[in-house]
């Protein structure tokens, strides 16, 4: 996803349940009644990359066998019970020991190696996963992913934890529960933190922050942020607590005591129980808050609220997307909404396009653009389609329903089938085959609008049927068809279940134009001639001319090499337009141009970029020319030199659209226009 000029994938990481789901699969252990009380001491020591841990177990199961789950690259690892050290196995991420008679306590002592950091990390929010259990430290800061099973935990058993962190002085810690204290001691600084009912296993970061609190939302509002972010704590403590109220209000009450925005040294983002890691390479940027930071609340409620059953696959990431990222495009306006629609299921034909469709119950949280267009996109669709059926009351109070019978519970998709089936239009049968063909098929309908015809009536009106037609196994489909008319504009909805589907309504002026689904509000594969060329297609060009014009603007021309580096097209062929005029010869030939300014020749499909995006000083517009495309890059004569360069820089950026416009290097817009030819519209 690319927004506001800066790519940031909306993606992001819940790794904690899983490893809890895992844990608690492998083992078999009893469940103790009663917590088992971890009062965990941590010394972290950057200059020996080292996290020193003394852990107390208090076991409540009493003697017996106990399995406790620790790395595997944990040194030094002792256990004792009071004075008498107690025999152990290990094997892997699992240690055994046998409690003595009369001690209901263990301890252990061990020290945690911490890995550099890699050279290299990408600037974005969907690395791909391998610091999801990693451990690693810098010269003032240790990350530790839940993953990285740095603490001991006993399978089967409910564990609590009283955490003491003692640091470099001025270095903190975050993690999942309440924050205790902050102390100097000795030259150091001790971070305590209670964590009474931990959410799967925990994390930790601990780096040099500044600590700012504020207590007007459901919980109480923390960001951990480093020197250079500081400044930002104001905007995050107001925009956690005003997302934390909006969730609370639409699904149910916060299920944790705070919630914090932790700075990650790394530039990666994760979701964690009540506490978010936000890379500091992308803190600054201003539209994260109402973005990144919603998904990651939101995620409060799915993810890490109602948990993921992960069996027949994630469900949380679809209906994150929903409630954060799209419902903010529904409060923005209908047409943000359906743009955002619009473009899901342009990513999922491209996709799709390649053969990298999986049906969706096979969608685990695995970071590729495949998933992404498939547990995110094609998975936000199921919901908006189970609204579009169930209908906008139930389904609101469908969610509220599932996260108070779910909570700190997994759920699946059939849960969320159940708490719908039997509403009004919904019926179980229904129910069972609408999720049935969204989870379990790849790829979706395809659609057409086959035949319109319009009759005059006795009332002065018309008669209008159309008939709609999918190819293959057809889906249950909740359709809208427009009828556009010399006197406006009416609209009907129909459920379809057959390959073919016949729709009447009456209308009451001269029948223009048909449209279906003019909302985009229905899962599809878009037609080709659906999809128009955007800046990726340009990105993707194997054969692209560049042809500067003779006249165009100097800035311009010096900003090609910048453009082209931008898009990966460093290698492209360029060639001045009096070269072109000269030889006469088409030396453009059928293949994909790129156009520098305004050229006198004619150039096929061409289109005025600065005419697109009339309030820019500096436009790029993408066509189709041909079975090519031809792309245009124009900036108006006034245009400062430099503004002309960092647009430049930046069009990559906005890969997924069509016309993109910059005023003095900031975007001013960014657009695909829709192409006329579309089977799901005919004229009258
Ligand atoms: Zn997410």
Same mark, same amino acid.
């Given at each position: 996803m690319e927004r506001g000029g800066t790519k940031v994938g909306g993606r992001c990481w819940l790794v904690v349940l899983l490893w809890a789901m895992v844990l608690l699969a492998k083992t078999s252990v009893p469940c103790l009644a009663a917590p088992v009380v971890h009062t965990i001491d941590a010394r972290f020591d950057p200059a020996a990359s080292t996290l020193a841990v003394t852990a107390t177990l208090i076991l409540p199961g009493g003697q017996g066998e106990h399995v406790v789950t620790l790395s595997p690259s944990v040194r030094d690892l002792r256990l004792t019970a009071g004075d008498v050290a107690v025999v152990f196995r290990r094997a892997r991420e699992t240690v055994r020991f046998r409690t003595p008679p009369g001690t209901p306590s263990i301890r252990l002592d061990y020290v945690l190696p911490l890995a550099a950091p890699p050279d290299e990390l990408p600037v974005s929010m969907d690395n791909p996963g391998g610091l999801s259990s990693d451990a690693v430290c810098g010269p003032d800061w240790a990350?530790?992913?839940?993953?990285?099973?740095?603490?001991?935990?006993?399978?089967?058993?409910?564990?609590?934890?009283?955490?003491?962190?003692?640091?470099?002085?001025?270095?903190?810690?975050?993690?999942?529960?309440?924050?205790?204290?902050?102390?100097?001691?000795?030259?150091?600084?001790?971070?305590?933190?209670?964590?009474?009912?931990?959410?799967?296993?925990?994390?930790?970061?601990?780096?040099?922050?500044?600590?700012?609190?504020?207590?007007?939302?459901?919980?109480?509002?923390q960001t951990f942020l480093l020197a250079q972010s500081s400044r930002l704590a104001s905007t995050y403590l107001a925009a956690s607590a005003k997302y934390l109220r909006f969730y609370a209000d639409l699904h149910g009450p916060y299920a944790f005591t705070k919630f914090a925005v932790a700075e990650n040294p790394l530039p990666t983002g994760y979701g964690l129980p009540s506490y978010t890691l936000?890379?500091?390479?992308?803190?600054?940027?201003?539209?994260?808050?109402?973005?990144?930071?919603?998904?990651?609340?939101?995620?409060?409620?799915?993810?890490?609220?109602?948990?993921?059953?992960?069996?027949?696959?994630?469900?949380?990431?679809?209906?994150?997307?929903?409630?954060?990222?799209?419902?903010?495009?529904?409060?923005?306006?209908? #047409?943000?909404?359906?743009? %955002?629609? /619009?473009?899901?299921?342009? *990513?999922?034909?491209?996709? +799709? !396009?390649?053969? @990298?469709?999986?049906?969706?119950?096979?969608?685990?949280?695995?970071?590729?653009?495949a998933s992404q267009a498939v547990g995110y996109g094609k998975a936000m669709f199921v919901f908006h389609m189970l609204r579009g059926f169930v209908g906008e009351a139930a389904f609101w109070q469908g969610l509220r329903q599932l996260y108070a019978a779910r909570l700190f519970k997994p759920a699946s998709w059939e849960d969320i089938r159940r708490v719908y089936a039997?509403?009004?239009?919904?019926?179980?049968?229904?129910?069972?085959?609408?999720?049935?063909?969204?989870?379990?098929?790849?790829?979706?309908?395809?659609?057409?609008?086959?035949?319109?015809?319009?009759?005059?009536?006795?009332?002065?009106?018309?008669?209008?049927?159309?008939?709609?037609? #999918?190819?293959?196994?057809? %889906?249950? /489909?909740?359709?809208?068809? *427009?009828?556009?008319?010399? +006197? !406006?504009?009416? @609209?009907?909805?129909?459920?379809?279940?057959?390959?073919?589907?016949?729709?009447?309504?009456?209308?009451?002026?001269?029948?223009?134009?048909?449209?279906?689904?003019?909302?985009?509000?229905?899962?599809?594969l878009l037609d080709a001639a659906e999809s128009p060329p955007t800046v990726n297609a340009v990105k993707a060009s194997r054969a692209l001319t560049v042809l500067v014009a003779d006249?165009?603007?100097?800035?311009?021309?010096?900003?090609?090499?910048?453009?082209?580096?931008?898009?990966?097209?460093?290698?492209?062929?360029?060639?001045?337009?009096?070269?072109?005029?000269?030889?006469?010869?088409?030396?453009?030939?059928?293949?994909?141009?790129?156009?520098?300014?305004?050229?006198?020749?004619?150039?096929e499909g061409i289109v005025d970029a600065?005419? /697109?995006?009339?309030?820019?000083?500096?436009?790029?517009?993408?066509?189709?020319?041909?079975?090519?495309?031809?792309?245009?890059?124009?900036?108006?004569?006034?245009?400062?030199?430099?503004?002309?360069?960092?647009?430049?820089?930046?069009?990559?950026?906005?890969?997924?659209?069509?016309?993109?416009?910059?005023?003095?290097?900031?975007?001013?817009?960014?657009?695909?226009?829709?192409?006329?030819?579309?089977?799901?519209?005919?004229?009258?």
């Open positions: 990350m530790l992913m839940p993953g990285s099973l740095w603490h001991p935990w006993l399978a089967g058993a409910a564990n609590a934890y009283h955490l003491r962190l003692s640091a470099p002085a001025g270095v903190k810690a975050v993690t999942q529960g309440t924050l205790g204290r902050i102390d100097a001691q000795d030259g150091r600084t001790v971070t305590t933190w209670d964590i009474p009912k931990p959410v799967g296993r925990l994390g930790l970061c601990l780096a040099p922050y500044a600590l700012s609190e504020a207590s007007d939302a459901p919980a109480l509002v936000l890379g500091s390479q992308v803190i600054a940027l201003p539209f994260i808050p109402a973005t990144s930071l919603r998904h990651e609340i939101a995620h409060s409620w799915w993810g890490n609220g109602v948990l993921v059953d992960d069996a027949g696959g994630n469900w949380c990431e679809g209906l994150t997307t929903y409630v954060a990222d799209y419902l903010a495009k529904e409060e923005e306006s209908p #047409q943000a909404a359906r743009e %955002y629609r /619009l473009k899901t299921l342009r *990513a999922f034909a491209a996709l +799709a !396009g390649q053969g @990298e469709d999986m049906p969706l119950d096979r969608f685990g949280g695995r970071f590729s653009p039997g509403r009004p239009g919904f019926d179980a049968a229904r129910s069972r085959r609408f999720f049935r063909q969204w989870l379990t098929r790849p790829g979706g309908p395809t659609l057409r609008l086959e035949q319109v015809a319009a009759k005059p009536n006795a009332a002065g009106g018309y008669d209008v049927t159309a008939v709609v037609g #999918q190819d293959g196994q057809p %889906y249950l /489909l909740r359709l809208a068809l *427009a009828v556009e008319t010399e +006197a !406006g504009r009416t @609209e009907t909805t129909f459920i379809m279940d057959g390959r073919r589907h016949t729709v009447s309504l009456t209308v009451p002026a001269r029948p223009v134009r048909a449209v279906l689904d003019p909302g985009a509000d229905c899962f599809r006249d165009a603007p100097e800035s311009l021309q010096a900003a090609v090499p910048r453009l082209l580096a931008g898009l990966g097209l460093e290698g492209a062929r360029q060639v001045q337009e009096s070269a072109v005029a000269a030889t006469g010869a088409d030396v453009l030939g059928q293949g994909d141009v790129l156009v520098v300014g305004t050229p006198r020749i004619t150039v600065l005419a /697109l995006s009339p309030e820019s000083d500096t436009a790029f517009a993408v066509a189709k020319r041909g079975q090519g495309i031809v792309a245009a890059f124009a900036a108006r004569p006034e245009t400062a030199a430099k503004d002309v360069e960092a647009a430049a820089g930046k069009i990559t950026h906005y890969g997924s659209f069509g016309i993109v416009g910059f005023k003095e290097g900031k975007n001013v817009r960014k657009s695909t226009p829709e192409p006329a030819d579309s089977p799901l519209t005919r004229t009258f």
